[in-house]
T-cell receptor, first 114, second 111 residues
Framework: EAQVTQNPRYLITVTGKKLTVTCSQNMNHEYMSWYRQDPGLGLRQIYYSMNVEVTDKGDVPEGYKVSRKEKRNFPLILESPSPNQTSLYFC?????????????FGPGTRLLVL | KQEVTQIPAALSVPEGENLVLNCSFTDSAIYNLQWFRQDPGKGLTSLLLIQSSQREQTSGRLNASLDKSSGRSTLYIAASQPGDSATYLCAVTSGNTPLVFGKGTRLSVIA
């Protein structure tokens, strides 16, 4: 089944404790991205990647890192999480860095930083 | 900077009604517009993708229209059902940012 998977789905952590949220797609998509969703603010892009070893900042990259060493995986890294990073995170992918393509979303990761 | 607005923020209708959700965007130089559905606690599911050169797309009971020059799109849902209850998000692609989202319309269809 074609899908985007994220792990973990739920995470509670404390300020300053490094964490990684994994994202994997099995559709051989070139383009992947991370979004966060907050009440009243909607979905905002954090980082995106047009292909392996190519990443770029989205609208709200501060406090986050990403890497794209393989086509299928695009982990989101919070080196020193803070309470303002409490949010619902979504990973998405599409076939090409082509603006005509549909994006497929993962199920989301709900993060609480205490 | 592209901004996307969705009206209304919430809508409640009785089952069987036809309804229209609205989306507007500030920069008409878009590449495409997508409508997504989001169920509580779940990810986003793409419903319809309209290319910039198209005027509308249809899928089952859903019809999405696009008027690029006026910066507007509508999502028409025919014969609404309780299973249509969800948040509907509109997103546009323009410039170097692939998707800019509206804040969504939360739809409740009452049986």
């Amino acid at each position: 089944e074609a899908q985007v998977t994220q792990n973990p789905r739920y995470l509670i952590t404390v300020t300053g404790k490094k964490l990684t949220v994994t994202c994997s797609q099995n559709m051989n998509h070139e383009y992947m991205s991370w979004y966060r969703q907050d009440p009243g603010l909607g979905l905002r892009q954090i980082y995106y990647s047009m292909n392996v070893e190519v990443t770029d900042k989205g609208d709200v990259p501060e406090g986050y890192k990403v890497s794209r060493k393989e086509k299928r995986n695009f982990p989101l890294i919070l080196e020193s999480p803070s309470p303002n990073q409490t949010s619902l995170y979504f990973c998405a992918s599409s076939l090409l860095w082509d603006r005509q393509e549909t994006q497929y979303f993962g199920p989301g990761t709900r993060l609480l930083v205490l | 900077k592209q901004e996307v607005t969705q009206i209304p923020a919430a809508l409640s209708v009785p089952e069987g009604e036809n309804l229209v959700l609205n989306c507007s965007f500030t920069d008409s130089a878009i590449y495409n517009l997508q409508w997504f559905r989001q169920d509580p606690g779940k990810g986003l599911t793409s419903l319809l993708l309209i290319q910039s050169s198209q005027r509308e797309q249809t899928s089952g009971r859903l019809n999405a229209s696009l008027d690029k020059s006026s910066g507007r799109s509508t999502l028409y849902i025919a014969a609404s059902q309780p299973g249509d209850s969800a948040t509907y998000l509109c997103a546009v692609t323009s410039g170097n940012t692939p998707l800019v989202f509206g804040k969504g319309t939360r739809l409740s269809v009452i049986a």
